[in-house]
């Protein structure tokens, strides 16, 4: 029976060790904020946090984490939807149905964990999710807002035509 921490606690899980790790948030943690979408690591809506590093949750296999690693689901990013990432997503409304959202939310905050300003570049190389509502635009610069790089209203952050994208 493995035990893994998720979001900083622990929880023994009784599921076969092929068992992909979104179904044991979703199914046995009770963490729905992680999505399922593809199933087969391309859309990133199962997108978390493996010690600090985003990972596909529908295609890691619970045999595959090991002891002492730490599980972050967007429901363990912040307390009270405070993290820099989140209050971005808020600022300028990114989300269209929101289906992929939290994926994205991850997906951003593992690339600022490492890259605190980044370029456009490097968020469109680190940010390979899927959006089906093409909510790209407002995600790149959400990501810019999280980082400081432009501010909320400003010239930089959103043209019309990305506003209503
Ligand atoms: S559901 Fe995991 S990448 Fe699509
Ligand atoms: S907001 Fe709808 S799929 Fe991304």
Known sequence: ???????GRSHDVNVEP?????????????LT????????????????HLNGEVVRSCALQVSAIKAGDRITTIE??????????QKAWAAIDVPQCGYCQSGQIMAAAALLAKKSKPTDKDIDEAMSNICRCGTYHRIRAA???AAGNTKVGSADALTSDQQNA
């Open 1 to 7: 029976m493995p035990q893994l921490n998720i979001n």
């Open 18 to 30: 092929d068992t992909p790790l979104l179904w044991v948030i979703r199914e046995q943690v009770g």
């Open 33 to 48: 904020g992680t999505k399922y979408g593809c199933g087969v690591a391309q859309c990133g809506a199962c997108s978390v």
């Open 76 to 85: 363990g990013l912040s307390k009270d939807s405070s993290h820099p990432v």
């Open 143 to 145: 990501v810019h807002i």
